[in-house]
C-alpha cells in the first residue's frame, strides 16, 4: 500500500508523562498501519477492522469517528490554506489487532498520524516530523482525546524518542489550526534517541485489551511518583544511549516496583506471568503503557537465556526486535 505508519511501546515514563514537563521514553515498533488513497468523486473510507464501509464524514458513527475526525481536521487546515478541497477513497489495513481485539500498541494515534501523512501527500504538501506530530496532536486535542500524545509522537518520528510533555490548553477549536502551528508549545521536546542497547527486545501480549481511559480514571497519580519516575526515564535514558546494561537491568526493576506501588490494577496476573518468567529466565520485564492488560516488554541479554524464557512462555510474541 502507499502509506504506512508504525506503532509504539513505552519503555518507561507511564503515568508520570500524563504531566505537561515531564517524560517519557517510547519505542518504536515495527508493527504497521498500511493507506492507500486517492482522490475521488464520492467519498468512500473503509478500514478491514470493520465489516463496513461508508461514504460521508457529515456523520457520525463510533466506529469510524477517529477516521472521520482525522479527514475533517485535515479538511481544515487546507481550507485555511485556500485549497481546494476533494473527496477521496480510503483504504486502511492494520496489524494492531488481533481477531478484533487490540494489542495497546496505538491503533488511535496510529489512525490519526496515517491519515495526516496521506492525505498531506495525496496535496503534495510538503512537511516534517515535528508539522505531522503538531497537526495529529491538533486533531486529537480538539476530539478531546485524553494522555500524553507520546504515541502520536512516536508514530511521526517514526523513532525511538524521548518524549517532554507540554500543557495543550491552548489547543481550542476557535483557533485557525494556521494559527496554532505557530503558537508556544511551552514544553514540548521530542528527541530521537541513539538506542546503542545491545539486547533483544519482546512485546508480548497478555490476552486482555484495555482502554486507557478507563485506567487513568482509576488510578490517582501521587506527586511522588511523578518526582521517582522523572528521575528514572532521565536515567534509563542515559543507560540507553551509553549501552549500560548493568543499570539499566536495575533501573527497570525500580520501575517495575514504582509502577506496581502506583496501582495494583496495573500488573494483572497474565502480565505478571509474563515478568516472572522473565525474571525466572534471566531476563528482564515489566509492563509497557497504562497495563491492565494490552502487552508486556522483555529485554534479553543473552540468547540462551531469551530460549529459556521463549520455552516457558505461553503467551503470543506480537515483536522481536535485536538492538545491534
Ligand atoms: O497503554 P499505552 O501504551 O497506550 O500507554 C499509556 C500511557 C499513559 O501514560 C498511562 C497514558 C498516556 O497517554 O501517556
Ligand atoms: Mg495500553
Not at 500524563?18 to 508493527?31: F, G, R, W, Y
Not at 477492522?49 to 460521508?56: A, K, M, P, R, T
Not at 479538511?75 to 494489542?103: A, Q, T, W
Not at 486482555?208 to 522523572?230: A, G, P, R
Request: glycine share 4%.
Amino acid at each position: 500500500m502507499n502509506n504506512k505508519v508504525c506503532s509504539k511501546a513505552f519503555l518507561i515514563g507511564e503515568y508520570s508523562i500524563t504531566k505537561e514537563n515531564h517524560s517519557a521514553i517510547i519505542l518504536k515498533v515495527d508493527k504497521y498501519t498500511y493507506a492507500d488513497i486517492e482522490f475521488s468523486n464520492e467519498y468512500y473510507i473503509k478500514s478491514d477492522i470493520f465489516d463496513y464501509s461508508i461514504n460521508s464524514i457529515d456523520i457520525k458513527d463510533e466506529k469510524y469517528q477517529v477516521i472521520i475526525d482525522s479527514i475533517c481536521g485535515v479538511n481544515r487546515y487546507l481550507k485555511e490554506l485556500k485549497i481546494d478541497i476533494k473527496k477521496i477513497k480510503l483504504d486502511i489495513k492494520s496489524e494492531l489487532f488481533n481477531n478484533g481485539n487490540k494489542y495497546g500498541l496505538g491503533s488511535s494515534g496510529a489512525i490519526i498520524v496515517l491519515i495526516v501523512k496521506s492525505m498531506l501527500k495525496l496535496y503534495n504538501l510538503p512537511f516534517d516530523k515535528l508539522l505531522l506530530f503538531k497537526l495529529s496532536a491538533i486533531i486529537a486535542k480538539t476530539r478531546n482525546d485524553i494522555g500524553s500524545y507520546a504515541d502520536i509522537a512516536t508514530i511521526s518520528f517514526d523513532n525511538n524518542i524521548y518524549y517532554r510533555n507540554f500543557n495543550k490548553n491552548f489547543i481550542t477549536i476557535d483557533k485557525s489550526i494556521t494559527s496554532l502551528l505557530k503558537d508556544d508549545w511551552n514544553y514540548l521536546k521530542i528527541e530521537e534517541i541513539n538506542f546503542n542497547l545491545k539486547s533483544t527486545l519482546l512485546i508480548i501480549y497478555s490476552g486482555v485489551s484495555i482502554s486507557n481511559n478507563l485506567m487513568l480514571k482509576n488510578i490517582d497519580i501521587k506527586d511522588d511518583f511523578y518526582i521517582k519516575n522523572e528521575v528514572l526515564t532521565l536515567a534509563i535514558k542515559n543507560d540507553i544511549e551509553k549501552n549500560d546494561i548493568e543499570n539499566f537491568k536495575k533501573n527497570i526493576i525500580k520501575a517495575r516496583i514504582l509502577l506496581n506501588e502506583l496501582s495494583n490494577k496495573i500488573e494483572i496476573l497474565q502480565l505478571q506471568e509474563i515478568i516472572e518468567n522473565s525474571f525466572k529466565t534471566g531476563n528482564i520485564a515489566k509492563t509497557s503503557g497504562a497495563g491492565g492488560g494490552d502487552c508486556a516488554i522483555v529485554f534479553s541479554f543473552d540468547q540462551k537465556n531469551l530460549n529459556n524464557f521463549k520455552n516457558i512462555n505461553k503467551y503470543k510474541i506480537v515483536e522481536e526486535k535485536k538492538y545491534e
